[in-house]
């Protein structure tokens, strides 16, 4: 928690000092690029640590297969979940009111007809640029990983300590571009007033939504409705819930707990830019988990609008939140 509360002083610092210089946001064009940069290398080192960790390669057999079942219903419930509360909210896929929608795309209409039809092409393959890209950077990662990585560490344990400094490092940077384009954008809070109380709507819905799929999960697979339950409430976060299956005397369970949520924060990853495009930018929010709130927010960011950052931190955090209560009380079902 404690670093969670140093991401979160960075990220606010940032939009503060960002949002005093306003005046001068022209000067800032070079953060985009380097957004880019910093999210393709720490997709990569995501990657290295996969493909060393012992645990997930030896893993990916018939555990792998149920972590896979368990990915889809579980994500499945929680993008559905979504998409019917911001329906019944009366949020466009875009994740803003109606009335607004209709403004915007009046002024953007007027912006864009002096643009010629490849603009609008360009435009329209960026999610699928971007999704590739950062599988392939994953991809590399975990080759590297398996292969390159016990050349050059004789310990991997000590590979994986200091890798997950060089995430932490990552980390920090991304969300501290992320905390300045908001504050040199400007119009989250103002969006966030207009949506008020309902903006926490979307993260209730994204962890019921995983809930309810968990209990599925439970029923169609050798697992009980508990363990389904507690598989579920990892949320993606896979150094703590499987660990509290594990010492509870769950191994099997524990071990796809973990597979799940690796799955889970990497899929969000790659799919984040595709799903926001296709289907809406709150659904593409309720994939990662946790990760929504760290590591997955700068690519939320670049895929769709400055406001869905505030979605996306609330869901990862309420997540957070959840997982050491909801996991422990599942397996006592």
Known sequence: MALLAFYWSVMILCYIIASKLRHKKES???LDQMLNIVIYVLVFIMGLRMGANEEVISNLGTIGVQSVIATVLVVGGSMIAVFVTR???GLTREGIPKAQAETEAIEKKAKESGLNDDAGIEKDSAGMKTTLIILGFVAAGMLSGYFVVPMIFDNLDNFQTMSGD???VGITILLACVGFNLGLDGKVFSSLKQVGIKALFIPIAAVLGSLIMGAVYGLVSPLT??????ISAGFGWYTMAPGLMVEAGFVVSGAISFMHNVIRETLGIIIIPLVAKKIGYLEAVSIPGVA????CMPIVERSCRAETVVYSFCTGAFMCLFVPTVVPLALGL
């Open 28 to 30: 800032f064009g070079f």
């Open 87 to 89: 329906t019944i909210m």
């Open 166 to 168: 060089w995430m932490v």
């Open 225 to 230: 409705v508990g363990e389904g339950i507690a």
């Open 292 to 295: 929504a709130m760290d590591v």
